[in-house]
């Protein structure tokens, strides 16, 4: 692996976005913004004159990289490693696993261990039966013939080969493959000497050093409830990762639900509206955070202690806790 297993953003109004030009003791700044695995992406990258940077370069390798893990991760991709797998689920073919896959995999199984069976990288046939994108109705005949599909116990290994046995198996890397990708991004500048950048994957962010005027990236939590920013948190060499519950909801006999799913039931979860962690690394924050909106409200903040990193829950009646909670004077 190459790394350790909608955010709102305040730059600064002096800093000029792609600014090369001939050097002088300003430090220069190149800002983009594109899409990348599944969602809307924001780089930024600070360099001194002293660096001698080329900060075109830096982004359009981090672009090709970002691209790369898309290609291999994303179930949308026909020829990706995750495609490949699940179009063979039923059949005698076992799929050839390359190292870095494995260990996102391991990752997949040490969370499916620690979290109870509650995140379970085989739970897309649920998705499909309640159909988020549609109405999201389902019915209980629907439900537990998903249900026989899903199970991470049920994955068959033969050395660094796996396979699904049953035809309508999938396995979903999405709830680790983005914050993934953060993490691979930094790695790669970190070693073409980039000491100023910041990475935003639709939700997760990771950073090198400071931001504008040389202070901590100012990063926003999204509101789960309205548009804008809950609260400010400070980053420096710091990811921050938000799991929620609150994207994709549907009303089902009279009753609102998120669209995240218990995969040992079939039904919605009922737990946190949104909780957002903060780590060194963006795959562990975003493990952390995922896991703890798969658990109910007491749960996931057990959860969450336990896991001993700084967090912030917004329960279903939108009250906040947490250790960033606690830090925060007043919204920002």
Known sequence: MRGKPHLHWWTSGAARSGSFGVLTDRPQRLEENFRSMGGPARLVIIGTPEQKLDLGSVAHQVRTLLEALEARY????????????????????????????RALLALAGQLWDA???????TSGPLRRAWDFRADGNADTAQIDSALALVGWEQIEWRASSLHLPNP??????????????????????????????MIE????????????????????IQDPDIAGSLCTVQLSNAAIATSGNYARRVDFEGKQYGHLLNPKTGWPVEGPTSVSVLDSHCLTAGAVATVACLHAEKDARAWLEHAALPWLMVSSTGKRSGSIADQIAAPA
């Not at 198996?169 to 970190?190: C, H, N, Q, V, W």
């Open 74 to 101: 994303s179930r949308y991709r026909a020829e990706s490693i995750v495609s490949v797998i699940n179009q063979r689920a039923g059949s005698s073919v076992f799929t050839e696993v390359d190292p870095e896959t």
């Open 115 to 121: 979290s109870g069976g509650l995140f379970d990288i």
């Open 168 to 197: 309508g198996m999938e396995i979903d890397l999405g709830g680790l493959a983005k914050e993934y990708a953060a993490d691979s991004a930094i790695s790669l500048m970190r070693n073409l000497k980039v000491t100023s950048a």
């Open 201 to 220: 994957l639709a939700g997760d962010v990771a950073t090198i050093g400071n931001g504008d005027n040389a202070l901590p990236w100012r990063v926003g």
